[in-house]
């Protein structure tokens, strides 16, 4: 096991990309401790991939200055790509390779003997659970099993920090847990992983901080429980017998908590979030107050809830939107000039 880096793996201050007219990324501050998954949650269009790209030496930084593991990542880069790994939001391997040959080629380029190469190679795919499909081309893998072997060559020499770049997109939810778990694996090999996304669940899973960023802005950071508690103490959810009597229910829901009461697009289902100066325990009391406001004007309420308040309802607190929604193209999409490109 390689010895864990202490301090911080990355520190960002006033990132700036613009393409053309558009700031892309406009002032993004970042502390992301070593050791450690750091989420970087937003929507289509955020910033998030441009970061990665500037943090991982692949673009220049129109303005502001990042470090990894304090070296510059536009004076010191070689330094930086010594120690770093990208994984895209793209498999990144030859399709017409087989999954073996893939590995095998990619440890040659970085320096492995052919023994060494092939002995790397089995191990990451027995680990990925990839041994039985290691004879096939890569094109006749599922997406589940691409997103593996495109992190599995991410790590053949395992590095200091990983960036990956929305990896469980269009996966389903059994292949997004086996790349969840392989996050895992590597990060409690001593890995930093930077993670960018925009499913609020999986940086719930697998960030211990998450930075929310929205148009190329970072507009909250924290732990989850920060985040959560930043935009209230907790929620009420509940689902009625009677759909006719939701707006009635919504109205004294608003009453009896003093706070906003979103209509789910269950018909028989609301939700309130309390406000954050209240207690859990003030906001038990304030529960229960509201659910017997319901029955003295004959509402019935078939189910209730109160907890914490959601990521998804965080995210929507902070943005007015969800994460799949945004005002701007897709950033990794952006063409842009080669000149801005870091020379290898």
Do not use: C
Not at 201 to 219: C, F, M, N, T, W
Not at 232 to 249: C, E, I, K, T, Y
């Amino acid at each position: 096991m390689r010895t864990q880096t202490s301090g911080l793996a990355i520190e960002t201050a006033g990132l700036v990309k613009t393409f053309g007219g558009t700031r892309a990324v406009d002032g993004v501050d970042l502390s992301v401790p070593a050791g450690t998954v750091y989420g970087v949650l937003g929507p289509n269009g955020a910033g998030k991939t441009t970061t990665v790209k500037m943090l991982a030496t692949l673009l220049r930084p129109d303005g502001g200055e990042a470090h990894v593991f304090g070296h510059d990542i536009v004076r010191e880069a070689d330094e930086v790509r010594g120690r770093v790994s990208l994984t895209g939001q793209y498999a990144s391997v030859d399709e017409d390779l087989t999954g073996t040959e893939n590995l095998v080629l990619l440890g040659r380029l970085l320096g492995h003997q052919k023994r060494a190469a092939r002995d790397r190679a089995a191990q990451l795919l027995e680990a990925f659970g990839l041994t039985e499909a290691a004879a096939k081309q890569v094109k006749q893998y599922s997406g589940g099993m691409r997103r593996r072997i495109d992190i599995a060559a991410s790590i053949l020499n395992t590095p200091d920090l990983l960036f990956l770049d929305e990896p469980t997109t269009g996966l389903d939810p059994r292949s997004r847990n086996q790349v969840w778990d392989i996050v895992r694996a590597v990060v409690s090999q001593g890995t930093t992983v930077l993670l960018t996304t925009q499913y609020l669940d999986e940086a719930d899973q697998l960030a211990s901080r998450i930075a929310v960023i929205d148009r190329g802005r970072v507009i909250a950071e924290g732990t989850k429980g920060e985040l959560k508690s930043s935009v209230g103490a907790g929620s009420v959810h509940l689902r009625l017998r009677d759909p006719d009597q939701r707006d009635l229910a919504a109205h004294l829901l608003r009453q009896a908590l003093d706070a906003k009461v979103q209509p789910e697009p269950d018909q028989v289902a609301l939700t309130a979030r309390l406000g954050t100066a209240a207690s859990d325990d003030s906001a038990a009391g304030q529960a229960a107050r509201a659910l017997n406001e319901l029955a003295r004007a004959g509402i019935t309420v078939d189910n209730f809830s109160l907890g914490q308040p959601s990521l998804d309802e965080v995210f929507l607190a902070l943005t007015g939107h969800d994460t799949h929604e945004s005002g701007r193209s897709d950033d990794s999409g952006r063409s842009h000039d080669p000149k801005d490109e870091v020379a290898a």
